[in-house]
């Protein structure tokens, strides 16, 4: 049972504009969140994170937010650049620290 | 810094056969992971070992998959037989404790 969803396979964008990619959880266990970025053929690579202690976590263009009582996360890229096209993982620890993944999101920024 | 290391970056094998897999996590890293990917889908974890313990391989098929991490550092996934199926990606991460995981570039697995 998947745990971790992104239930958008992909999402397109004009350069400068915001983009928003949504992330649901099901586990209330759950206490810190993360995105990562992978490009092809290469590992995921950290972007941001969330504690459930937070609402809110800001870095540079990136911005996470969580809604625990929905059980959602959403990352915002403002503004978005072609350089952001990537596939985009949300993923989601309790105490063990273990990651799990949701299935991705391809995000294509159009110049 | 450098990275996560991983080898080899691709490999090709025949059904039935053995294969292994090697990783290097960042210098300092007590904490090491393997996960599978598949394709369309996200890592998923297969074993995590703090130092050289192995302390959660709940999800690692230990029929035909084994792994070790003698001295704490270095670490390598075998799959012996391979079958179909086992054709993913196969990911290693490290971390400080149990902060922030940082991914290697993965080894992709083909079996015929």
């Known amino acids: 049972d998947q745990q971790v969803k992104q239930n958008s396979p992909s999402l397109s964008v004009q350069e400068g504009r915001i983009s928003i990619l949504n992330c649901d959880y099901t586990n209330s266990m759950f206490d810190y969140f993360l995105w990562y970025k992978k490009y092809p053929a290469e590992g995921p690579t950290f972007l941001i994170s969330i504690s459930s202690i937070k609402d809110k976590n800001e870095d540079g263009r990136f911005t996470v937010f969580l809604n625990k009582s929905a059980k959602h996360l959403s990352l915002h890229i403002v503004p978005s650049q072609p350089g952001d096209s990537a596939v985009y993982f949300c993923?989601?620890?309790?105490?063990?620290?273990?990651?799990?993944f949701g299935t991705g999101t391809r995000l294509t920024v159009i110049p | 810094e450098a990275g996560v290391v991983q080898s080899p970056r691709y490999k090709i094998i025949e059904k039935k056969q053995p294969v292994a897999f090697w990783c290097n996590p960042i210098?300092?890293?007590?904490?090491l992971y393997w996960y599978l990917q598949n394709l369309g889908q996200g890592p998923e974890l297969l074993i995590r070992?703090?130092?050289?313990?192995?302390?959660?391989d709940s999800q690692l098929p230990k029929d035909r998959f084994s792994a070790e991490r003698l001295k704490g550092v270095d670490s390598t996934l075998k799959i012996q037989p391979a079958e179909l199926g086992d054709s993913a990606v196969y990911l290693c991460a490290s971390s400080l404790n149990q902060d922030t995981q940082y991914f290697g570039p993965g080894t992709r697995l083909t079996v015929l």
């Open positions: 070992y703090e130092n050289e313990e192995a302390v959660d």
């Open positions: 993923a989601a620890s309790g105490r063990a620290n273990n990651l799990f």
């Open positions: 210098s300092g890293h007590n904490t």
